[in-house]
């Protein structure tokens, strides 16, 4: 079983989607994760990175929304879920066996969040995460310390801070040891979720594939006071996720002018603006999630050093009427040109492949209909047969049984009617026999009688 060290630890993560086949490509093109068939029938499918792999995709239930769930390994899966039980946890997915080793279950906190339990004997070292793969998880629920009270029993996480964040309000961030994982934190809306967070280098080019992907930006860019920078996401199917560019990968280049974080930056307030906000609207609305200051002592100052540094920005680069542009600059305006160029080209391409899409679905819907049609009509017409057979049938029934009727009707009255008349001819053949009997009863009388007397009479003989 799982060593006891390594209990705690975020090691899986499972996607559940409506489309599988769809989410494979759209992570494939943002992410740029391998996708690797685990099942025979395609019903499932791996996730690997740079380092091997980290999650699978699998469709999900009807009744359920798509989500990511994090999977935690625990010493053992049953001993774990019994605890989790007793302390107002609800089993979502039993116990299972693996088929290349190792066991695991999925459950619902005792707020509603759904989360993993894994344990084998082969899990990896621990390490820290590289870039293409999961390096932060968050939970957003109802009541934090009762929920970190829950999964500090379950898996052994330790608090590490608890910083308040002002408005959004207290921020637990939880580990093991020295290692910071996540945090906890009461979410204002919505059902209590997990949300994992996925490492990459350029927030900008990464948020430009996922917009082409059709996912869409739920909040940010915006920075962390470590300097790490994030943005929470959607997937096309509706699976939330977020993407975290970390400080080092964030840091600008020695000698050059700008940065990815100016960039990212300067594209979260054209986004901003072009949805009808302001610039200090979108730095207010910025102010980080982990932060060990109020929002409202960070955010004014943040907004300040952002103006004045668009200012001076701005004013460095304005060259003067009649002037020629600096080589420099004229090299930076060309190639931010053509990566306008280029990104309305992808959006143009997106377009036109969504405008595509579309039409293949609405013929593919045609066919279908027009399909459904035809087999409508074919059951249409067989039910009618079966309806006219088994009228037929009921009427050759009723056809013979009123035959029966009337054949048995007329052997029954032609039966009475001989009965009768036999009945009838019985007493006059009785009498006639009676008075024949009589009659020759009296005929031998007369005869006896007449030879009796014969035998009396006197013959003139003897006289």
């Not at 932060?291 to 002592?297: F, H, L």
């Not at 990104?343 to 391409?349: F, G, L, N, V, Y």
């Not at 009123?402 to 009255?413: I, L, N, S, V």
């Amino acid at each position: 079983m799982t060593d006891h060290s390594d209990r705690g630890r975020f090691v899986w993560h499972e996607l559940m989607t409506p489309n599988p086949s769809g989410a494979r490509d759209f992570y494939a093109n943002v992410v740029g994760w391998k996708v690797e068939a685990s099942a025979p029938d395609d019903s499932h499918a791996t996730f690997a990175g740079p380092t091997g792999p980290l999650g699978g995709c699998t469709t999900q239930s009807p009744t359920a929304s798509p989500q990511w769930v994090p999977f935690v390994t625990v010493t053992d899966v049953d001993d774990a879920l019994r605890t989790a039980e007793t302390l107002g946890a609800r089993v979502v997915v039993e116990p299972t066996a693996l088929d290349g080793g190792g066991r695991y279950a999925v459950l619902a906190d005792p707020q509603g969040a759904t989360i993993g339990i894994y344990s084998a004997d082969d899990i990896p070292p621990e390490r820290a995460p590289d870039p293409g793969e999961f390096s932060w998880h968050e939970l957003g629920t109802t009541d934090y310390r009762a929920a970190f009270d829950f999964y500090s029993e379950l898996f052994g996480w330790e608090k590490i801070r608890e910083p308040d964040v002002g408005p959004t309000g207290v921020y637990l961030i939880f580990g093991r040891g020295d290692t910071e994982l996540g945090g906890i934190y009461d979410k204002d809306a919505g059902d209590p979720a997990w949300l994992s967070y996925v490492r990459v280098t350029d927030l900008a080019a990464t948020l430009d594939k996922l917009e082409a992907a059709r996912g869409s930006v739920q909040n940010g860019p915006m920075d962390v006071p470590n300097g790490d920078r994030i943005a929470q996401v959607l997937d096309p199917y509706g699976a939330a996720f977020a993407l975290h560019v970390v400080a080092a990968d964030a840091a600008p280049s020695s000698g050059g002018d700008t940065n990815a974080s100016d960039a990212d930056e300067s594209d979260a307030d054209a986004a901003l603006r072009s949805d009808g906000g302001t610039t200090a609207e979108y730095e207010a609305r910025s102010t980080p999630v982990w932060t060990d200051a109020p929002a409202e002592e960070t955010a004014p100052e943040a907004v300040k050093a952002a103006k004045e540094k668009r200012a001076t920005k701005k004013a460095a680069t304005r060259t003067p009427a009649g002037e020629e542009a600096p080589p420099k600059k004229a090299a930076r305006r060309k190639t931010a040109n053509k990566k306008a160029a280029k990104k309305k080209a992808a959006k143009k391409a997106s377009a036109q492949k969504a405008t595509k899409a579309k039409t293949t679905s609405t013929k593919g819907k045609r066919t279908t209909k027009a399909s459904a049609g035809k087999k409508t009509a074919k059951k249409s017409k067989k039910k009618t047969a079966k309806k006219t057979a088994k009228k037929a049938a009921k009427k050759a029934a009723k056809k013979t049984a009123k035959k029966t009727t009337k054949t048995a009707k007329k052997t029954a009255k032609k039966t009475t009617k001989k009965t009768a008349k036999q009945s009838q001819r019985r007493p006059a053949k009785r009498a006639a026999k009676k008075t024949r009997a009589k009659k020759a009863a009296k005929k031998r009388t007369a005869k006896a009688t007449r030879k009796k007397a014969a035998k009396k009479k006197p013959t003139k003989k003897s006289r």
